[in-house]
């Protein structure tokens, strides 16, 4: 057995612990992550962690584990449904990007997630070992800002359609502190970094805003044709119009959020996880966090 030990870079108080504890929510994300984690066939944990990692600590590491999860689900299912309505938006026959649908600061933002979302795809399903998903967190620029944006928008892109408050998570500004904390007193990043990370977080997050907004209009305007009948996404569902599409000019909406995390979005989400797998093979639990990092900000 390793004589050194492996901890979670993160830290919450007991108070934001039991905060989370009773939010059914986050406690129904984590029955659904345990389910996933129980059906594996390999180990929970890797070779490494597994033998340097105390049960207690395990336990840590699965807790933000599914805090990270939970999170960033909202935003890969805005990515998903931003593609879905940029493919009806376009011209089909020109070829056209997804980010020509959007405008200004909402297709920088769109591009950026494409960007992420392709890079860190292993990382982000979160079914790997879980203290290799947490310590990845702290590998690059690029992976801390995506932490810091859906901590920023963690409670911007909750759905409208909860049936009460009971069924909200919880405000996750606690995690955002975490994390500028376990980037200031890491040895790599340093204390000087973080206001460059939180400035460009800041600025995404005023971009993924605009983007949540352009879709909501531009699904209004395919709506308002005939083209979409609703905003929710089907896996199994073909559209009867696979001809190329008219581009639309959507209206002004008043609209600042939209529908993202349900019981359906976890299917989406597991849906997209069996295609990874099935894909290629998986290499992200045997990532080790002595691994080169890469401190670029301009990703």
């Given amino acids: ?46 070779s490494s962690h597994r033998h340097d990692c105390s049960n207690q600590e395990q336990e840590t590491f699965r807790l933000h584990r599914d805090i990270i999860h939970t999170i960033l689900l909202p935003l890969f299912l805005l990515h998903h449904q931003a593609s879905r309505i940029a493919a009806n938006v376009l011209p089909s026959h020109k070829g056209a990007e997804s980010e020509r649908a959007f ?12 960007s992420i979302l392709s890079e860190e795809h292993d990382w982000y399903l979160t079914e790997r070992c879980p203290a290799c998903i947490v310590l990845h ?11 810091a944006v859906a901590c920023l928008l963690s409670d911007h892109l909750q759905g409208l359609d909860l049936p009460s408050a009971k069924r909200r998570l919880p405000n996750f500004d606690f995690w955002y ?19 460059d990370i939180e400035y460009r977080a800041c600025a995404l997050t005023d971009g993924v805003k605009q983007l949540v907004l352009q879709c909501l209009e531009l699904q209004a305007a395919l709506n308002r044709q005939g083209l979409q009948p609703e905003m929710s ?5 073909h559209s009867r119009y696979d001809s190329p599409r008219p581009s639309v000019t959507a209206k002004q909406s008043s609209c600042t959020q939209m529908p993202v995390v349900s019981e359906e979005d976890q299917k989406i989400f597991a849906k997209a996880s069996a295609n990874r797998v099935n894909s290629r093979p998986q290499r992200f639990h045997t990532r ?4 080169a990092r890469r401190r670029s900000v301009t990703s």
């Avoid at 405008?103 to 494409?114: I, K, Q, T």
């Avoid at 967190?137 to 932490?147: A, D, G, H, K, L």
């Fill in 137 to 147: 967190v702290m590998n690059s620029e690029p992976t801390i800002r995506f932490v």
């Fill in 103 to 114: 405008r200004g600061e909402a297709r920088g933002a769109y591009a950026w997630l494409h």
């Fill in 233 to 237: 996404y089907r896996p199994n569902a």
């Fill in 1 to 46: 057995m390793s004589t050194t030990s492996t901890y979670s870079p993160f830290r919450i108080s007991p108070r934001d612990r039991d905060n989370l504890d009773r939010n059914e929510a986050f406690r129904l994300v984590r029955e659904h992550l345990r389910r996933q984690e129980l059906g594996m066939k390999a180990p929970s944990f890797c």
């Fill in 177 to 195: 502190e975490s994390l500028e904390t376990a980037v200031r007193e890491d040895t790599f990043w340093g204390d000087g970094f973080w206001p």
């Fill in 288 to 291: 080790r966090h002595a691994d």
